[in-house]
């Protein structure tokens, strides 16, 4: 149907709309209509990209950490009645993106069956002999490339890493 009505547009100056719809068997208010949508679509782009500039001068301002609340929170404030829903559009079509805070995750889940395992130092971190009480810990340390598990071993009464 678009492209009728875009023949129609284009020949209208030439012949009559009246004439022109009669040929497709289009009604003319069908026409009309498309006509008056295809400007409020027009108008509603004008009127989307004034506000993604308004957006991203925002989120430029914010050193580009606000979101969707954010910005949305501070148009509303400068008096500009707009949708959060239009505001997210916005943004996620120009790729403007703000900081999320990284959700803690805890790398272990304990099983609930599990015994926990006895206390062979009695909570007694000191050693007066070397080599005597040693303490072993594993730690995962995120990379560019990945986690990295780290594990060591270490000796109570120097301190020192023996493993």
Request: charged share 30%; hydrophobic share 40%; proline share 4%.
């Given at each position: ?12 100056t ?13 009604a ?14 027009a ?5 989307d ?115």
């Amino acid at each position: 149907m678009n492209a009728i009505y875009t023949f129609i547009e284009a020949e209208k100056t030439t012949y009559g709309v009246a004439f022109l719809c009669r040929l497709p068997k289009v009604a003319r208010s069908s026409f009309y209509a498309w006509l008056a949508a295809a400007k409020a679509r027009a108008a509603r782009k004008a009127a989307d990209q004034d506000l993604v500039h308004e957006i991203t001068v925002i989120h430029v301002a914010s050193r580009h950490t606000y979101g969707v609340p954010r910005i949305h929170a501070e148009l509303r404030r400068l008096g500009r009645a707009v949708n959060r829903k239009r505001v997210a559009r916005l943004m996620r079509e120009h790729c403007v993106q703000g900081v999320t805070r990284r959700k803690r995750r805890s790398l272990t889940r304990p099983d609930k069956k599990a015994r926990p395992a006895p206390d062979l130092i009695g909570r007694d971190f000191h050693a007066e002999v070397p080599g005597t009480k040693l303490v072993g810990d594993i730690t995962a340390l995120p990379t560019s490339e990945g986690r990295l598990c780290l594990a060591c071993w270490l000796d109570l009464a120097t301190r020192e890493v023996v493993g």
